[in-house]
């Protein structure tokens, strides 16, 4: 998953830090060790309630906002169109299924439920 670093001061002049991988990211070079010794805060993001949590604090107050219109969509765990999506391993950003591995394993399987018995 991910995680984010909490500083007094611009964390660009306590850390280095690089860009990531993926675009529009950036990664700090110590790891959680160094950060500790310089009191600095790191948060680790990896279970869904911690995500949440973070969800509903940088949520736009106005329900109808234009900001998130478009960038998630909410869906009914039955939805046949779910599963389509996941046996066709376009599930980048969907939660424990975006790993290589996983949209393999989800395209090999093309499971039809959420407890899929085959």
Not at 15 to 33: C, G, L, S
Not at 54 to 72: C, K, L, T
Not at 79 to 100: C, K, L, N, R
Request: aromatic fraction near 6%; proline fraction near 6%; hydrophobic fraction near 40%.
């Amino acid at each position: 998953m991910g995680g984010f670093v909490i500083a007094r001061d611009l964390l660009e002049e306590l850390v280095p830090i690089e860009n990531a991988a993926m675009p529009d990211r950036t990664v700090i070079q110590w790891d959680k060790d160094d950060l500790d010794a310089l009191g600095l805060l790191k948060v680790d993001v990896l279970g869904l309630g911690m995500l949440a949590a973070i969800r509903r604090a940088v949520r736009p107050s106005s329900s109808g906002s234009a900001a998130r219109a478009g960038r998630s969509r909410a869906c009914r765990p039955e939805d046949p169109a779910v599963y389509d999506m996941i046996g066709h391993a376009d599930t980048m950003g969907v939660f424990q299924i975006e790993s290589a591995r996983a949209d393999g394993d989800a395209a090999r399987l093309r499971p039809r439920s959420y407890y899929d018995p085959r």
